[in-house]
């Protein structure tokens, strides 16, 4: 059968790095604070020119010097953002234009701080049904820039970025031990849209808006989801928690993290956190993590990994894959 085998990976960062320290000056807030509350010690802020079009092309870049690739090679392109440059055109075509292709085609997915996880089970969708080889899977947000830097409970938990991986179509047994993308479960419920939402839009109000969270409820709630869908995709493979090697989770906070990884009993040093230097980027911030864990080396080819996130809406999901 054919499966969606990772065949790259990349990140790019703003040159801004925000402390703790620094967001002392901005709002009533501590470092210890904030470090106690969520883990996050830094973040990356997004400067003049850099925008969700540019980092996500430097990390579709980086991801396809990875993989040994070119534009060229790519079928399609799947931009997970709630972070547009403009309302439409869609940011992944101004991406596929900025890598000079002019084939294929290529657009956004919106499903917040879950968007990476849905743009990876499209992406598989569209491999298996044999409408692309290859895609660009890129994770690209400037968050900053919809942030009530007023609001100490919301701006200290956000930063910019963008990941991406290069996924590409590959032969396998129709098993466990296959490499590439074994299954995905993804679950959305809109009776929890106010409780993360941003009041702003086209449609409404006219204007881009600012973030807004009721905190608690998000973590009330956030553990519970993130455990069902992760032993949904053990169920569906026939694996287990003994048999992960990483969970990569999404980078909201140390503390759900960390409840979520404890319920389902995975060693603590098989959780890859990157939420400390990087802070909650959103729909990059699986991708970003991946970066960092399959660059230093830890996340070696073989590998079972298990992708998680939650977003406003409520939407969350997991994708269980074989590196």
């Known amino acids: 059968m054919i499966r969606s085998i990772v065949r790259g990976f990349g990140a790019a960062l703003p040159k801004r790095v925000m402390t703790n320290s620094e967001i002392e000056g901005v709002v009533e807030t501590s470092d210890e604070w904030i470090v106690q509350r969520t883990g996050i010690k830094q973040r990356y802020i997004a400067g003049e020119g850099e ?21 060229d090679d790519i079928d399609l392109i799947i ?7 403009n309302t439409f055109p869609a940011t992944a075509v101004n991406i596929q234009n900025r890598l000079g ?45 919809i942030l009530d830097w007023k609001d100490r409970t919301t ?43 941003v009041d702003g839009g086209p449609s409404t ?57 404890k319920k389902l009993n995975i060693d603590p040093e098989k959780v890859v956190i990157t939420v400390d230097q990087h802070g909650n980027t959103s729909a990059a911030s699986i991708p970003l993590a991946l970066a960092v864990a399959a660059g230093d080396g830890r996340i070696k080819k073989g590998d079972l990994v298990m992708l998680e996130a939650m977003g406003g809406g409520f939407t969350w999901g997991a994708v269980l894959l074989r590196w």
């Open 205 to 261: 109000t006219g204007t881009v808006g600012h973030l807004r969270m009721e905190g608690r409820e998000v973590f009330k709630h956030a553990v519970g989801m993130i455990t069902d869908v992760i032993e949904q995709a053990f169920e569906a493979t026939g694996t287990t928690s003994d048999d992960l090697d990483w969970l990569v989770p999404h980078q909201a906070n140390k503390r759900i993290i960390d409840g979520s990884a």
């Open 155 to 197: 701006c200290v938990l956000f930063g910019d970025g963008a990941g991406a991986l290069v996924l590409e179509a590959g032969e396998g047994e129709g098993t466990s031990a296959d490499r590439g993308v074994l299954t995905a479960q993804l679950r959305s419920d809109g009776s929890h849209k106010e409780k993360l939402y």
């Open 101 to 145: 292709m002019t084939h294929g085609f290529a657009f956004d997915m919106q499903a917040v701080c879950s968007g990476f996880v849905y743009a990876v089970s499209t992406a598989d969708l569209y491999i298996r049904g044999g409408m692309a080889k290859r895609v660009l899977v890129i994770g690209s947000e400037t968050f900053s820039r």
């Open 51 to 71: 925008t969700t079009a540019s980092l996500g092309e430097a990390a579709a870049r980086a991801a396809l010097d990875n993989a040994g690739l070119t534009p």
């Open 79 to 85: 931009l997970a953002t709630s972070t547009p440059d």
